[in-house]
């Protein structure tokens, strides 16, 4: 069974920098997508970056580029999400979610049929 896990919440200054992690078990996928989303406080959850295991491209949702940088290890199981200078509105639960590129890449925050990871907090506040 796939499952992912993120890890690296927690609570961030204003201006710091977060790097959250999602690794991927179990996977028996061939060409998949891995992409990262985020729900803020009374907000419905949004797309911010999926990597595709077939090239290793990283698309990033219109509102969140030049925001995160997403990023991956060689054998794209374990997916990286970096964002510098954050602010008090990057609180949010940040989730991982896998499924097929088209799916995933489309930054739709609520795919049905993906595996989700559980989501992990980051709070940002002084």
């Known amino acids: 069974e796939v499952q992912l896990q993120a890890y690296g919440g927690g609570l961030v200054q204003p201006g710091g920098s977060l790097r959250l992690s999602c690794v991927v078990y179990g996977l028996t996928f061939g060409d998949y997508a891995i992409g990262w989303f985020r729900q803020a406080p009374g907000k419905e959850r949004e797309g911010v970056a999926c990597i595709s295991s077939r090239d290793g491209a990283v698309y990033y949702a219109d509102s969140m580029k030049g925001q995160f940088t997403m990023s991956a290890d060689n054998a794209k199981t374990t997916v990286y999400l970096q964002r510098n200078s954050l602010k008090p509105e990057d609180t949010a639960v940040y989730y991982c979610?896998?499924?097929?590129?088209?799916?995933?890449?489309?930054?739709?925050?609520?795919?049905?049929?993906?595996?989700w990871g559980q989501g992990t907090l980051v709070t940002v506040s002084s």
């Open positions: 979610a896998l499924d097929e590129e088209p799916f995933v890449c489309s930054m739709n925050g609520y795919l049905e049929g993906a595996y």
